[in-house]
Nanobody, 120 residues
Framework: QVQLVESGGGLVQSGGSLRLSCAAS????????MGWYRQAPAKARDLVAG???????KYADSVKGRVTMSRDGAKNTVYLQMNNLNSEDTAVYYC??????????????WGQGTHVTVSS
């Protein structure tokens, strides 16, 4: 009942910036939590930045000071502004949301991911 579509990934040089977007769509829903995760080949999927009603916005130590998560409520879209990128940031970035709908209650949803490649 909730679809998440990421965009904004691509190829960027070290030190450059990217702004990822995640648009949520569907029927009526209420977001309980939302976050950005990333996964490099043969590695675990790790949290980059996330928001919950209890904890607010938190960032992984590896991106603190370089990443800002924001939200446009009118567009049901969240953003991940990433600056001063380095090779450690190369990964597929996934949007996640835990959302309430009348049909399913509160469940988790994943986007299909957007690729970020940082080159020297």
């Amino acid at each position: 009942q909730v679809q998440l579509v990421e965009s904004g990934g691509g190829l960027v040089q070290s030190g450059g910036s990217l702004r990822l977007s995640c648009a949520a769509s569907g029927g009526f829903f209420v977001i309980n939590s939302m976050g950005w995760y990333r996964q490099a080949p043969a590695k675990a999927r790790d949290l980059v930045a996330g928001w919950t009603s209890a904890d607010g916005i938190k960032y992984a130590d590896s991106v603190k000071g370089r990443v800002t998560m924001s939200r446009d409520g009118a567009k049901n879209t969240v953003y991940l502004q990433m600056n001063n990128l380095n090779s450690e940031d190369t990964a597929v970035y996934y949007c996640y949301a835990n959302a309430w709908t009348s049909g399913r209650g509160s469940v988790g949803y994943w986007g299909q991911g957007t690729h970020v490649t940082v080159s020297s």
